[in-house]
């Protein structure tokens, strides 16, 4: 990072370091059962918990390295270590909320299509239907909440994977990159290939596991990889413009969510196509407004943005 005595990081030893850790953070899921010659878990639930716990171990193992690497020990003044990981909680609410709504512009396809099919019960029952849709789906969102606690899957989707993720991928990374010398855009666009390797597992758990063939394996892989690609590259440039983990956080929580934005729908095709386009739109209009550095940082002195490499000028 910029002055102090800290220790310098070249290019190679910055992505030597990320490639390491993205292998630490698939490889240490096989750990358990490969090298500690521990027996498989009987139910869904011991095996998440298990790969909880790897998921855990890697991000702090990443955490520790980038700390000894960017010797953050070393600095006068000490800056503080979990700034330099965007661990913060200053702005807090506006780090919640903005990437939240900043991200659902993009799912406004969805969303119409949605509001749609609700719209579309039988004419005769207009009303009582609707009601009763509303009375069932309120009861199913009581019972999801009531059984959160117990609910694993729940637990990765919204809070184990985007928070480890996130931590591994951007907080410990794009540091290491920075310090290495690379700019803010060629990380926005070079970072997520470290993520997209991250998932390469899944290809063999497909193929070898669940006997998917080769090739369609590879085309559910594929899409996941090119997915993961583009969110990586918009968690990435959240990260470098606000300087704060929670911001990817709530959109990796969002997006896990709400899946794939809707492009089209078989009841409501024209209009979730408009609601695509205008909220793609809408995106890029205030994607820098509400990335805005001044948003998330109290005193930005001469740059504008957290890390003093920014250059978004």
């Known amino acids: 990072m910029d002055g102090g005595s800290g220790a310098?990081?070249?290019g190679a030893v910055a992505v030597g370091a990320c490639s390491a850790m993205s292998l630490l953070y698939v490889g240490i899921l096989y750990a358990p059962?490969?090298?500690l010659r521990l027996p498989p878990p009987k139910t869904v639930n011991s095996f998440l918990i298990r790969r909880f716990i790897c998921v855990a171990i890697a991000s702090l193992i990443s955490m520790l390295a980038c700390a000894i690497l960017l010797g953050l020990w070393g600095f006068d003044p000490a800056p503080s270590i979990f700034g330099i990981f965007g661990i913060r909680l200053d702005h807090l609410w506006r780090a919640v909320f903005i990437p939240t709504l900043l991200t659902s512009l993009v799912y406004t396809g969805s969303l119409v299509s949605k509001v749609v099919i609700f719209f579309q019960s039988p004419v005769e029952a207009e009303t009582s239907s609707r009601w009763?849709?509303?009375?069932i789906t309120g009861r199913q969102i009581l019972d999801s909440i009531l059984n959160v606690g117990s609910n694993?899957?729940?637990w990765r989707s919204f809070l184990v994977a985007p928070v480890t993720e996130e931590i591994v991928f951007r907080a410990c990374m794009i540091p290491l990159l920075l310090c290495g010398g690379f700019k803010t855009l060629s990380i926005i666009f070079f970072s997520p290939i470290f993520f997209s390797l991250a998932h390469l597992n899944h290809f063999l758990e497909l193929y070898c596991q669940r006997g998917y063939s080769f090739l369609r394996a590879s085309m559910v892989v594929g899409l996941?990889?090119?997915?993961t690609v583009i969110f990586g590259g918009y968690a990435s440039f959240l990260f470098?413009?606000?300087?704060?983990l929670i911001c990817p956080i709530m959109a990796h929580v969002f997006c896990n969510m709400m899946g794939l934005p809707a492009v089209s729908s078989s009841q409501a095709k024209g209009l979730t196509r408009v609601g695509?386009?205008?909220?793609?739109?809408?995106f890029l209009l205030v994607l820098f407004p509400l990335t805005?550095?001044?948003?998330y940082n109290e005193s930005l002195e001469e740059c504008r943005c957290w890390h003093g490499r920014c250059g978004w000028d």
């Open 292 to 295: 805005s550095p001044d948003l």
């Open 33 to 35: 059962g490969l090298i």
């Open 8 to 10: 310098s990081v070249s």
């Open 276 to 282: 695509f386009a205008v909220g793609v739109a809408g």
């Open 224 to 227: 996941q990889l090119g997915y």
């Open 240 to 244: 470098l413009r606000t300087g704060n």
């Open 152 to 154: 694993m899957l729940f």
């Open 132 to 135: 009763s849709l509303m009375e």
